[in-house]
């Protein structure tokens, strides 16, 4: 490596850099700005363009192929397409040399012109023109030049002299188109008519006089062929007999010719039959001799064939049988240990959500009951009591229900009027009839559970008196009416 004193490296990084963008630059500039032109195209560079040395020339540069460097600021650039163009012209009444009024329905195919000073008129008058702006503007001028030439010229070269009408049609048309830029590629007229039946008359004239001319052809020439016709015949005639004559002559030689040919034939034939015949019988022989042990040789390989056959078709029997008994067999063992298991998975999973239900429910049970607890401060007997206050409208509703559903067809009272106590004889069979239901404290009892002392406390007599009144209350409503 090689370093060079006082030289500044971070200096020397940014030449280098800066070198690097100005050529990227000028590249990118030169990409973006070099344009260039197709072969179906005209490229117009306008704004200052200079054409001569002296700085003089048109307002545009056409280009027709090629690339050009378009300046930026200072140049601008457009194409023009050389499509052609097709216009249908379509002339009503234009009136002839003879004041016949004639239609000519006609097709023109126009294009932009890539000649160098057409091209600059296009480039002046029909740049920024839509398709269809340019289609009118040559039909404007196509539709004057027809109706000028039909005037120049009679209905009847209109009509017989095509060739004389389009060259002037093409003539005058594509003067007058150059102007704008525009040359004119091809004239197509389909019919020509006109109002007062000028040219069906002509058309008639000249039918007729084409019909009488082929009947006067067709008539000498009949003639002629009268006359031909005779004179081949008489000739025919005289060539026939000479003709007969020499054919008698050559058939009598060659009748004898062929006498002669048919005995040295036959003489051929009969040898080459006897040859024949021989060689036939002695290849007979033979082949039957070669096909009698062709076939001793086939009945042994036959014999051996089908005797091996045989015994494959045992075996591979015999194979295949074993085969399938293993295949069934493990079948068989693979189903049932597939249902065993099946089955003990299904139990098991049935004993196994019944437990996590009844682990749920005990386990909720003891939250409840724990919260319980610790609602009332942690004192077991006062939870236990606040769940029996919680359920003892419950426990009260079952005993009323013990004797609601007793019906009682028909009751009988013979009241013989006031006891000692003051009851009757009504009052003491409904007091029986509640006393018969379970007291409280025995209903707990039963249970094997103790009821609180503020609920086993015997009642003073007026509250008794209260509770026995609200259930003869109740047993009058719930007793069927007789």
Avoid at 9 to 35: E, N
Avoid at 312 to 320: L, P, V
Wanted: aromatic share 4%; proline share 2%; hydrophobic share 45%.
């Amino acid at each position: 490596m090689i370093i060079l004193d006082g030289i500044n490296p971070g200096a020397v990084a940014g030449i280098i850099i800066g070198v690097v963008l100005v050529v990227l630059f000028v590249a990118i500039f030169f990409i973006t700005r070099v344009k260039k032109c197709p072969s179906d195209k005209i490229l117009v560079v306008y704004g200052k363009v200079k054409n001569n040395k002296d700085g003089s020339g048109n307002a545009s540069l056409c280009i027709h192929g090629g690339v050009k460097l378009v300046w930026p600021l200072v140049q601008a650039y457009q194409f023009l397409d050389l499509t052609p163009i097709s216009i249908f012209v379509d002339l009503r009444s234009a009136l002839s040399r003879q004041n016949i009024r004639i239609d000519v329905p006609s097709t023109f195919t126009v294009g932009i012109s890539t000649e160098s000073g057409v091209m600059q008129n296009a480039a002046e008058r029909l740049l920024g023109l839509k398709l269809q702006e340019i289609q009118d503007l040559a039909k404007d001028i196509i539709f004057g030049q027809l109706r000028l030439i039909i005037a120049t010229m009679d209905i009847e070269e209109i009509n017989t002299d095509r060739d004389k009408f389009l060259e002037a049609v093409s003539g005058n048309v594509e003067t007058e188109l150059k102007k704008i830029g525009l040359r004119l590629i091809n004239v197509n007229v389909t019919d020509i008519s006109d109002e007062s039946g000028y040219i069906e008359a002509l058309g008639k004239e000249a039918a007729a006089k084409a019909i009488n001319d082929a009947k006067k052809t067709v008539a000498e020439k009949n003639r002629d062929g009268s006359i031909g016709e005779a004179n081949a015949l008489r000739d025919q005639r005289i060539q026939v007999a000479s003709a007969d004559a020499d054919a008698i002559q050559g058939e009598n030689n060659s009748k004898a010719d062929i006498s002669k040919s048919d005995a040295t034939r036959r003489e051929i034939e009969a040898e080459s039959l006897r040859r024949a015949t021989a060689a036939e019988k002695i290849a007979e022989a033979k082949a039957r001799e070669e096909a009698y042990l062709a076939e001793e040789q086939a009945e042994i390989a036959r014999a051996k064939r089908e005797n091996a056959t045989l015994e494959a078709d045992i075996i591979i029997q015999a194979e295949i049988e074993k085969q399938r008994q293993i295949i069934d067999a493990e079948a068989v063992a693979e189903e049932t240990r597939r249902k065993a298991k099946g089955e003990a998975d299904a139990i098991y999973a049935k004993m196994e959500a019944e437990a996590r239900g009844t682990f749920e429910i005990l386990s909720k049970q003891a939250e409840g009951f724990l919260s319980m607890v610790k609602a009332a401060g942690n004192n077991p007997t006062a939870a236990v009591q606040m769940l029996i206050a919680d359920k003892l409208e419950t426990l009260i509703e079952i005993q009323v229900k013990a004797i609601q559903n007793i019906k009682f067809d028909k009751i009988t009272v013979w009241d013989g009027g006031n006891q000692k106590d003051g009851a009757s004889s009504t009052s003491n069979f409904m007091s029986s009839l509640m006393k018969s239901i379970p007291p409280l404290q025995e209903l707990f009892d039963m249970a094997g559970l103790k009821l609180p002392d503020y609920l086993a406390k015997e009642k003073d007599k007026k509250t008794v008196d209260a509770e026995v009144i609200e259930k003869k209350e109740v047993v009058k409503k719930e007793a069927p009416k007789k």
